[in-house]
C-alpha cells in the first residue's frame, strides 16, 4: 500500500512507514507529508496496529530535511507551511500508538525533527544527525522547543548555531537516539524492539506514552509556529536558500 510518497506495510501487529523519494533525500515533500499523515492516520485506525515503525529504506537517507526547491517566500505560504511541516513533525508526539524512527542514514533538519519527535530512535551505525537550517538563514522549528529537553539548552544551542552533523554514537551519548546497530540489522532490531512493545498490554502502553508526553505541544509549539515564518521574510534567508538551491557558499549581509 502507498500513501503519497510513502510506502505502508503490516508485518503482524506492526505498520512499517519507508519514505520514498530517494532521489530527494526523502526530503519533507508535500508527497512524503501527505504519506506520513495519511500513513498515521490508517495505523491508529486499525485495531491491530499496535507500534508504528519510521524509516527511510535502502537509501542514503532518513530523511534530508524540508523540501525547498520552487518555495513560496510570502507570507501567506510561509505560514501555511510550518503549521503544516510542524504538524507532521509532530505527529510522533500527537500520535497514540508508540512510534519508532529507524534512522538508516541522513537524518537532518526536519528529518532530525521527525525522529526525535517518536518515542524511541535506532540509529544505523552509518547515520548521521543534524540541524544546519542555520546555513539557509533558518533555525529548525521543531527543534527549537523539544532539542533543550534532551541534550540541555547549551548542547541544543550548539547544535543549532553550528549547523555541525553528529554520528551515530554521539546521538546516542547525548540521548537523541537510544542505541547504534550495525547497518544492516537495523530493521531486525527495530522489528524486534516494536513486536516486544506489541506483545505488552495495548492500554498500558497507551496510558504510558500519554503520560510521559503530557504537557507536550502547548504553548512552545504555538510560538514556534508563529515566530519562524519571520525569518523567511528576511534578506539572508533568501540568500541562504538561493545559495543552498545554486550549491554554492551563501553570502550572508545581516
Not at 154 to 181: D, H, M, N, W
Not at 218 to 224: F, P, S
Not at 245 to 252: C, D, N, Q, S, Y
Request: hydrophobic share 45%; aromatic share 6%; charged share 25%.
Amino acid at each position: 500500500m502507498r500513501f503519497g510518497s510513502v510506502n505502508y506495510e503490516k508485518k503482524g501487529k506492526i505498520a512499517i512507514l519507508t519514505l520514498d523519494e530517494p532521489s530527494k533525500l526523502n526530503a519533507l515533500s508535500a508527497g512524503i507529508r501527505q504519506g506520513i499523515r495519511e500513513g498515521v492516520k490508517a495505523a491508529e485506525e486499525d485495531d491491530q496496529i499496535r507500534v508504528i515503525v519510521f524509516t527511510g529504506g535502502s537509501g542514503r537517507a532518513f530523511c534530508a530535511g524540508a523540501d525547498i526547491s520552487g518555495f513560496d517566500f510570502s507570507p501567506e505560504a510561509t505560514q501555511k507551511f510550518m503549521d503544516d511541516v510542524l504538524g507532521v513533525l509532530a505527529i510522533g508526539e500527537t500520535c497514540a500508538k508508540p512510534v519508532i524512527s529507524a534512522v538508516n542514514g541522513l537524518a537532518l533538519g526536519g528529518g532530525f525533527e521527525l525522529a526525535i519527535g517518536s518515542d524511541i530512535v535506532i540509529a544505523s551505525d552509518k547515520a548521521k544527525f543534524g540541524v544546519p537550517e542555520v546555513d539557509l538563514g533558518l533555525l529548525p522549528g521543531f527543534a527549537i522547543v523539544r532539542l533543550k529537553e534532551i541534550v540541555g539548552r547549551q548542547k541544543a544551542k550548539e547544535l543549532s548555531l553550528t549547523g555541525e552533523p553528529i554520528s551515530a554514537e554521539e546521538a546516542v551519548r547525548l540521548r537523541i537516539a537510544t542505541r547504534v546497530v550495525p547497518h544492516d540489522d537495523l530493521m531486525k532490531e527495530t522489528m524486534a524492539l516494536a513486536e516486544k512493545i506489541a506483545s505488552k498490554p495495548r492500554l498500558t502502553v497507551a496510558l504510558g506514552k500519554a503520560a510521559y508526553n503530557r504537557g507536550l505541544g502547548g504553548e512552545e509549539m504555538a510560538y514556534a509556529k508563529a515566530a519562524m515564518p519571520f525569518l523567511f521574510a528576511t534578506e539572508d534567508t533568501r540568500e541562504g536558500v538561493t545559495a543552498f538551491l545554486e550549491k554554492r557558499k551563501p553570502v550572508f549581509k545581516d
